[in-house]
């Protein structure tokens, strides 16, 4: 669930984590050398210029020329209830290409890589539909007509009212009711795409992406945790709303001290107008939530200033006028400060 803020949404940072680098294919072609010409009893071999693939592992773009290889997946534990026992057959190129995690346990000697067995009775098989979802899709939204991009508004582009802006490459300005109605009509079509990230009421559901966050960081999934915080830092600026109370539970208690996404979310509550929020919700936050923030805002940063844009003085009338300490010289009204 999401907690709603009233005033203007801001713009909020992503900081992202840094993806792991995949093996890449080692090549044998030497470049900058010419072969010794063949003696007579010898034949050039067929294809020289072709690069010879290293023979540890094919990238997954021909793998999935004999893509037919699964292991099975348990998630949950018979012994407990809340996490009943799940079974899933995945495609092991899929699994081992996106996560370390499976990489170690599929590709080495262990049990798992022996069995093709990964068992992960701590997680839940709801959470981990979502990430099958991510691995399988490359999205956590859901595909329909009317999205971004779609025939819906290929169609809110061409018409007529907007047709000149277009046609003659005009300059729009900022204040032209195009910029609001174009704004408009993407946050719309992105919001149909969400699908069940969002509740009946349209809040973003923020307790399953940190759940889905926590999952990821155990997988060593960084392309996963990257979209997540984009995916949120997204849904928080169109719905202008923060994470609630229990939210703050989950974060704290299920995600590592240096996780970007406790960055994110505090990076949300400090710039948003949040103060009536905290004070008068219903629910206790997190305390070591109420900490970090209160340490936030204390010391913001040199990026709370450039986020506010500050602008420097100037002079409105003569009489307001005053001699710059940079330039020695007397600041004319409407002119900026250290200017000449």
Partial sequence: MASALTGRPMGVPVMEIRSPTGSETSLSTRQGQQDPLPSPQQQPPRNRSRARRSPSRLPLRTAFRDFSGTVEILVGDDGDKSRPQ?????????????????????????????????????????????????????????????????????QHHQQPHYSHIHNHHHHIPPDHPYHAHHARAEADALARTDGDLRNHVGSPKYFLLIDLYALSDRLLTAQLSNHILTTI????????????????????????????????????????????????????????????????????????????????????SWSASKSCEGCKEILKPGVLGGEK
Avoid: C
Wanted: proline share 6%.
């Fill in 233 to 316: 830092a997204r849904l928080s600026e169109t719905t202008n709303s923060v994470p609630t109370p229990s939210d703050t539970f989950i974060l704290y208690d299920g995600i590592r001290d240096s996780s970007p996404l406790r960055t994110l979310v505090l990076d949300l509550f400090a710039y948003k107008k949040t103060d009536k929020l905290l004070e008068t919700h219903k629910d206790e936050w997190h305390p070591l939530f109420l900490r970090a923030l209160v340490v936030k805002l204390k010391r913001p940063g040199p990026e709370a200033i450039e986020r506010h844009a500050l602008e420097a003085w100037r002079p409105e």
């Fill in 86 to 154: 799940t079974k899933y057959m995945v495609h092991k190129e899929l699994l081992t290409a996106a996560s370390p995690f499976f990489a170690a346990a599929l590709d080495g000697a262990f049990a798992e890589g022996l069995e093709q067995i990964v068992k992960l009775p701590e997680e839940k098989a709801e959470i981990f539909e979502w990430f099958l979802q991510w691995l399988y899709t490359g999205s956590l939204t859901i595909a329909q007509d009317g999205a971004f991009g779609s025939t819906a508004l290929m």
